[in-house]
């Protein structure tokens, strides 16, 4: 037999690979990530269009309206990347490719950490595309400069895996892509119930008691506050620990789950 | 010999009604039977508007804004229309399914009327226009809402959803009928959502600005949603009333034709 | 020094559903082993187990000498496995599930640069190697799984219904294949429902009906023990029942298909001549006859009432 490398080491490039395979398969099959690439696009374009006129509202925050919508639509781009990359994974295990993964010796922990490394990847595409448009069509401003930016990146990057992560406990549940119709709902409300569009202060009853506790909330203040003005700590962590309870909550049972499947 | 040429028509015509009546029956059977079809059209809508009132109020007081109670009231005719809109184009889904697994071609080769084919889904849209119209406004007016001109704007806006049923439904069949396919008339979806979106459909477009504000105006979805809007939040106007009802009129018009050219086309090519 | 493989008493439930009812087994070293039986008799649902992509629900296994429960990822190292419908990613090249598979086995690079064509080209798949499997045809991928199944160089190879739904020449190809791998020194266990195919590859064979096992041995001693050929005859309708009483007069009953009259010949083919007297004496018009030496068909009636031929092609 060959010698078998089988540790820390081997996981990391198990993920890369499976991570990279999902790359690959977008740019063989690109109408496969059509929907990220529209769909966030569309959305920034309609809510700046549509509700421009917020920002003449006291208390608004901005005068563009492009620095408000701009990453709400990042996070929805992040959320279809999330959901797209567990996917792969459905398509897999109704493949009956999954089992071949499955028989990988050594720690599970690879093949999820693969497909989240995949929607991370993905999600740079609209995560640019919608902040490109956003410049050049609506001169959205980046007040919190280099910095702003990286943080936005980073912020939204860690949400996507959080969304892979809500994608996979559905795929590793019910073991086929109709999963993903599933969590339509939780996925809506986590992103519309939230300061997506107004402000906190702009919002009535339970509306705003909802956004208070939904970990989006701080989520887009820290995408956002690029946009707005200068990066503070204050704006910064509550929303790494968002996106962090994000990847425990969905991430820890996606992890029983695959565990259950084949220990 | 002219008594039996009369009842031979007669039977003619009320075989067509049966099968009218039919097919009629089996769209809508179909459409109650799969909740999953019509839940979302009806929740989703009601989701928006929930959450645009609870986000929207502040902007009750910009300049521009029409004058209004609450923004559910704003929203109202917008969100029946929407979720309307979206139920219909389940008449061309559903017969993209027929032609998909071929139930399509035993009708034809059936003595049906041609006719009825058509007429069976687009009646099944309206019906399913109707109960949404009727949950939706209860579930508004249970809320807060009102309609200021009242039973006649009611009324206006029935008919107004009813109609667009019809045209929606047109388009999705003639797609249907152009495809064949399932897939593609799904794929219509997020067109429908957009074009509904770029109106004066959930935001005014006095406050809109840019090219934008010129889609939006130009839009025939502002044409409808304004003056129905108007019936609801102002008051009883002949004008609105025509204009709506004339306006969906033709363009339900204008799809059954197409959809009837399509069929036509679709029977050629067989 | 442990067997490749060895199950005592595996049970597997699905709510209210028995696939597998107490199945013990046990694989030779170097040994072709052929897991026979129709469909859902839980041959796919043992192999599952055994390979550890399932738990079983009472019993225990070991395989390549580690327990497949609490050891599941020595198992995994140990064997190759090519599943039922040879399920590949359509999407990519042979190549790169080659690369994939041997990253998943933490193989270095210098091995699959070595290997990889070798495998290849003992498939006999090079010069397809860049193509997506999405191209292929049946009888590839199920060589090309198989040689994803090979990269880690396994003690024990799991195909499961390896050449179900193949042509026959691709079939044949697919025999040479695990003949010669066998022949290298791995211990293969094969599900099958061609009778043919365990009877050309198998050393021996367990055959698997409604979850249990109901024999076990070489094809030539389970076909030995059926003992008496079976004598078919086709005779018109009306005299199925006069010529079944005749028959029975010289051999126990056999299944088959509709139609026939057929009973094991006990007295064997010098009895022939017996027979034909009797059924002439009886009046009854012999249409057709023939005489055929037991075959896994037989056994397979025998033990279970009925024929697997004919109900599986």
């Given amino acids: 037999m060959t010698a078998l490398a089988v540790g820390p080491t081997h996981g990391a490039l198990v993920v890369r690979s499976l991570a990279m395979r999902g790359m690959q398969r977008i740019l063989r099959r690109p109408s496969i990530i059509l929907p990220t690439i529209i769909m966030p696009v569309f959305f920034l374009v309609a809510f700046t269009g549509s509700f421009s006129g917020i920002t003449n509202i006291e208390g608004y925050g901005t005068d563009n309206v492009y620095n408000w919508m701009t990453p709400y639509a990042i996070l929805q781009g992040v959320t279809f990347a999330g959901v797209g990359a567990a996917g792969m994974t459905g398509e897999d295990m109704e493949g009956g490719f999954y089992d071949r993964l499955l028989l990988t010796p050594g720690s599970r922990l690879p093949l999820m950490l693969g497909p989240i490394g995949y929607a991370m990847l993905r999600a740079l595409i609209p995560i640019t595309l919608v902040l490109v448009t956003a410049i050049v069509l609506g001169g959205a401003d980046l007040n919190g400069g280099v910095l702003g930016v990286i943080v936005l990146y980073l912020g939204a990057l860690g949400t996507a895996a959080g969304f892979a992560c809500l994608g996979l406990v559905a795929i590793y549940t019910l073991k086929s892509m109709r999963a993903l119709l599933a969590i339509q709902v939780p996925i809506f409300a986590l992103t519309f119930l939230s300061i997506g569009q107004v402000p906190l202060e702009f919002q009535t009853g339970w509306l705003r008691q909802v956004s208070e506790s939904n970990p989006v909330t701080p989520i887009l203040e820290m995408l956002r506050q690029g946009f707005l003005g200068a990066v503070t700590w204050d704006q910064t962590w509550p929303g790494i620990v968002a996106v962090g309870v994000l990847i425990l909550v969905f991430g820890l049972p996606a992890w029983f789950q695959l565990r259950r499947m084949a220990p | ?270 | 020094m442990s067997r490749p493989v060895e199950a005592t008493g595996l049970v597997k439930r699905f709510g209210d559903l028995t696939a597998v009812d107490g199945v013990d087994l046990h694989v030779d070293e170097g040994e072709i082993f052929a897991f026979l039986g129709p469909n859902g008799a839980g041959k796919s649902t043992t192999v599952r187990m055994l390979v550890t992509l399932l738990q079983p629900t009472a019993g225990s296994a070991r395989v390549a000498g580690f327990d497949v429960v609490r050891e599941a990822g020595a198992v995994r190292r140990a064997i190759g496995v090519a599943l039922q419908d040879a399920a590949i990613d359509p999407m990519m090249t042979g190549n790169e599930l080659l690369q994939l598979q041997a990253v998943l086995h933490g193989l270095p690079r210098s091995v699959v640069r070595r290997r990889g064509p070798e495998l290849l080209e003992r498939v006999g798949l090079t010069a397809a190697a860049d193509r997506r499997v999405g191209t292929y045809s049946g009888g590839m991928r199920r060589r090309l799984d198989l040689a994803l199944s090979l990269i880690h160089e396994p003690s024990v190879l799991f195909l499961d219904e390896p050449t179900t739904g193949l042509d026959p020449t691709s079939r044949q190809s697919l025999w040479e294949e695990v003949r010669r791998l066998n022949d290298d020194g791995t211990t293969v266990f094969l599900t099958t429902q061609y009778l043919e195919e365990a009877d050309q590859l198998a050393g021996r064979l367990a055959i698997i009906d409604d979850g249990a096992i109901v024999r076990e041995g070489a094809p030539a001693t389970l076909k030995e023990a059926v003992g008496s050929p079976t004598l078919r005859v086709d005779v018109p309708a009306g005299q199925r029942e006069v010529a079944h009483q005749v028959l029975l007069r010289f051999g126990p009953n056999r299944p088959c298909r509709e139609g026939r009259v057929a009973v094991g010949l006990d007295g064997g083919a010098a009895q022939m001549a017996e027979v034909v007297r009797a059924l002439d004496e009886a009046s009854v018009r012999v249409d057709h006859l023939e005489l055929d030496a037991p075959s896994l068909d037989d056994v397979f009636a025998e033990a279970t009432g009925r024929r697997l031929e004919g109900a599986t092609e």
């Fill in chain 2, 1 to 270: 010999m002219t008594t039996v040429t009369a009842i031979d028509d007669r039977s003619h015509l009320s075989t067509a009604l049966d099968q009218m009546a039919e097919l009629s029956a089996r769209s809508i059977r179909n459409s109650l039977r799969n909740p999953s079809g019509y839940i979302p059209g009806l929740v989703f809508p009601l989701m928006l508007a929930a959450v645009y009132s609870a986000q929207f109020q502040r902007a009750l007081g910009l300049p521009g804004f029409p004058e209004v109670d609450s923004f559910l009231d704003f929203i109202l005719p917008a969100s029946i229309l929407q979720s309307v809109a979206f139920g219909a184009t389940a008449a061309g889904a559903d017969m993209a399914l027929d032609i998909e697994n071929g139930f399509f071609d035993r009708l034809l080769t059936s003595p049906v009327s041609r006719a009825s084919i058509l007429v069976g889904r687009l009646v099944g849209s309206a019906v399913e226009a109707a109960l949404k119209f009727v949950v939706l406004l209860a579930i508004f007016l249970l809320f807060g809402a009102s309609v200021k001109s009242g039973l006649p704007g009611v009324v206006v806006l029935m008919v107004v959803s009813l109609l667009l049923a019809i045209a929606i439904g047109g388009i999705s069949l003639v797609l249907a009928l152009r495809t064949g396919s399932q897939e593609a008339v799904n794929a219509s979806f997020p067109l429908v959502f957009s074009t509904l979106f770029i109106s004066s459909a959930f935001f005014p477009t006095e406050l809109m600005n840019g090219w934008y504000q010129k889609v939006a105006e130009y839009n025939p979805v502002s044409w409808i949603i304004n003056p129905v809007r108007r019936l609801v939040i102002e008051g009883w106007s002949w004008t609105d009333a025509a204009t709506a009802i004339g306006l969906t009129a033709t363009l339900g018009a204008l799809t059954i034709t197409w959809a009837t050219f399509a069929l036509r086309s679709r029977l050629r090519s067989l």
